[in-house]
Nanobody, 123 residues
Framework: QVQLVESGGGLVQAGGSLRLSCAASGRTFGLFAMGWFRQAPGKDRAFVAA????????HYQDSVKGRFTISRDNAQNTVYLQMNDLKPEDTAVYYC????????????????WGQGTLVTVSS
């Protein structure tokens, strides 16, 4: 089993920045990729960004390209999401997820999920 714990959410003004962290523990040696998803109020959960642990290959949702950066520290079993130029539409609960075999923009390949951290962007 793998446990994921997110941190770093909070309230920020539009144009500001936040960095989310996701610490993985347990059987982390088998993880292939980690990703961030978000769920805005009244909406379905959606893909934000993902990174392959071995070579750092990344994927981003189009709306966050150029503003968000996903990175990983394999030694610390941690993945980060640096969010710059935040907009009110970025307001959501952000979830960290981990997959044992796929780098994907879809939810289904991700086997492990964190509890989420709330990001609120005020206008």
């Amino acid at each position: 089993q793998v446990q994921l714990v997110e941190s770093g959410g909070g309230l920020v003004q539009a144009g500001g920045s936040l960095r989310l962290s996701c610490a993985a523990s347990g059987r982390t040696f088998g993880l292939f990729a980690m990703g961030w998803f978000r769920q805005a109020p009244g909406k379905d959960r959606a893909f934000v960004a993902a990174i392959q642990r071995s070579d750092g290959t990344t994927h981003y949702q189009d709306s966050v390209k150029g503003r968000f950066t996903i990175s990983r520290d394999n030694a610390q079993n941690t993945v980060y999401l640096q969010m710059n130029d935040l907009k009110p539409e970025d307001t959501a609960v952000y979830y960290c997820a981990a997959s044992i075999n796929t780098l994907s923009t879809m939810e289904s390949p991700y086997h492990y999920w964190g509890q989420g951290t709330l990001v609120t962007v005020s206008s």
